[in-house]
């Protein structure tokens, strides 16, 4: 399981709350509203940190005694009762809930959601420490149903009043919102039992932060503060999309620029001087070359590029010796060498993503395609690049600056829409090239690429409701159908 880069047992999935503001929530930003002592119902004399504390000493003793008591039950102990009566109802007692209650089922267009708990607008789902948040599990009748995370994400996704919910194995403790996407899931993750067993005092306070009861307190739920704060971080990512767009064509010249200031380069600025090489297909290879950094960049930081069957040793050796995650601490501490071996660690990865059987030795796939075939980039891959100016390139890229520090792009949650936007957005350049001067420069032009090749894309906010109006129906009647047939 992958988790954020500034804290131990937290993880963001899908964007819901960003790194960037999980990282200032937690350092009490001035541009967060909703964070004084009031808003979460405090007494005047009464400060956050110490009552945090308070509920963390508590919690601390709690979960000892809950870790205890689990390793006597018995292996036929469904756990359910002692998952939420020696853990977590205590847990939603320190976050402000007061003693939950459990509710009756909640029937919604004929479908029954046995949630455990309700506390307001608020579902709070309460499954046993043997229930993995994402397994189906098996009814007292011997019949499977969805997962907990599925049953609360379901529910939230068809009632028209609850938008936010809460749902814990008494491991991992997720905050979902109602969520129209198929494809991607959107949640907020604690895992408790990393926090408590390493007491991670600093993500605690977070979860504290976020959890309380004064964050999902409303008339409407669409007014709670954590709602708002979904608001401000969506409305941060635009700008921190902005910022990736500027680092993408930032790093663009950067590279176009290196590439033919290269000594070693000859035969690319001899094509390039005698025209055998085209200005935009220079270009294009260098659009190319970036979307492949950024592709490896997406699929290392979400876990998904190495083979699942590698040996320890082979995952290391890749990571040590060729990630670009590695390239990017690299860039993040260092300017960079006039040396060219970071960028031919990197050929060697790109090539190997193309061939039939991949990198084996590596543990990477062959992912096959266009985007990998030796075609896309020919010029490039036979050219060099200095760390230095390389470096400067994945600066520019990886990272975005703010109040004189460098901050990580969260790549792991960059969605199609995006790398849509972006791609378009650079189809409007093109380049001015100088070989005698070595010059490279992008401008913008009338006729430009994304015109002349009808190269548009369609932002997901204009598919959704086609798709929900189509898809939807469809998956209801399916959901009917099986339910029937039980």
């Known amino acids: 399981m992958k988790k954020t880069s500034l804290f131990t047992s937290i993880k963001s999935e899908g964007g819901l709350l960003s790194s960037q503001f999980l990282e200032k929530l937690s350092q009490g930003s001035t541009d967060i509203e909703g964070i004084r002592p009031e808003d979460y119902h405090l007494q005047a004399n009464e400060r956050i940190n110490e ?22 039950l018995p292996q036929s102990d469904t756990g359910i009762s002692i998952t939420r009566e020696k853990w977590l109802l205590v847990l939603f007692q320190e976050l402000g809930y007061g003693r939950l209650v459990y509710s009756k089922p909640v029937v919604i267009d004929e ?39 599925s049953l609360l994400q379901e529910f939230l996704n068809k009632s028209k009043s609850h938008l936010w919910g809460f749902v814990s194995n008494g491991y991992q403790l997720r905050i979902l919102r109602d969520n129209s996407s198929l494809t991607r ?182 992912l096959g395609s266009f985007l990998w075939s030796n075609k896309t980039i020919p010029h490039l891959e036979n050219a060099d690049i200095s760390n230095r100016n390389f470096l400067d390139a994945v600066r520019t890229l990886a990272f975005t600056e703010a109040n004189k520090r460098l901050l990580p792009v969260d790549f792991k949650n960059l969605g199609s829409e995006e790398f849509g936007s972006i791609y378009e957005s650079l189809l409007e350049l093109h380049p001015e090239i100088d070989i005698n001067s070595k010059h490279f420069e992008l401008k913008i032009s009338a006729g430009h690429e994304r015109k002349t090749t009808a190269s548009y894309y369609t932002p997901s906010v204009l598919i959704n409701p086609l798709l929900d109006s189509a898809l939807e129906p469809v998956l209801d009647e399916a959901v009917k159908k099986r339910i029937l047939k039980r």
Not at 51 to 68: A, M, P
Request: aromatic fraction near 12%.
């Open 185 to 366: 899931q959107f949640y907020i993750e604690f895992d408790l039992e990393e926090m408590m067993e390493n007491e991670i005092y600093p993500d605690f306070s977070l979860l504290w932060l976020i959890c309380h009861e004064s964050r999902v307190e409303s008339d409407k739920p669409e007014n709670c503060w954590l709602e708002k704060w979904a608001q401000k971080a969506q409305t941060q990512g635009v700008r921190a999309l902005d910022d990736l767009r500027s680092g993408v064509e930032k790093a663009i010249r950067i590279l176009g620029q290196s590439f033919i200031e290269y000594r070693g380069n000859t035969d690319l600025a001899l094509e390039l001087q005698t025209d055998k090489l085209d200005k935009q297909d220079y270009y294009r290879e260098l659009l190319r070359l970036v979307y492949r950094l950024i592709f490896l960049f997406a699929a290392e930081d979400r876990d998904i590029l190495l083979l699942p069957d590698i040996s320890k040793k082979v995952k290391e050796n890749y990571l040590k010796y060729y990630s670009t995650k590695r390239i990017r601490k690299i860039a993040e501490r260092i300017k960079g060498t006039n040396h060219i071996d970071l960028y031919i660690s990197l050929k060697t990865v790109m090539s190997k993503l193309y061939i039939d059987n991949g990198g084996t030795e590596l543990g990477i796939p062959a």
């Open 51 to 72: 009552v945090i504390t308070k509920s963390w000493t508590r919690l601390l003793g709690t979960w000892i005694n809950f870790r205890d008591q689990i390793n006597k």
């Open 111 to 149: 479908r029954t959601y046995h949630i455990s708990h309700f506390w307001n607008n608020t579902p709070v789902h309460l499954a046993s420490f043997k229930n993995d948040l994402d397994r189906r599990i098996k009814n007292l009748q011997g019949k499977t149903e969805p997962g907990p995370h």
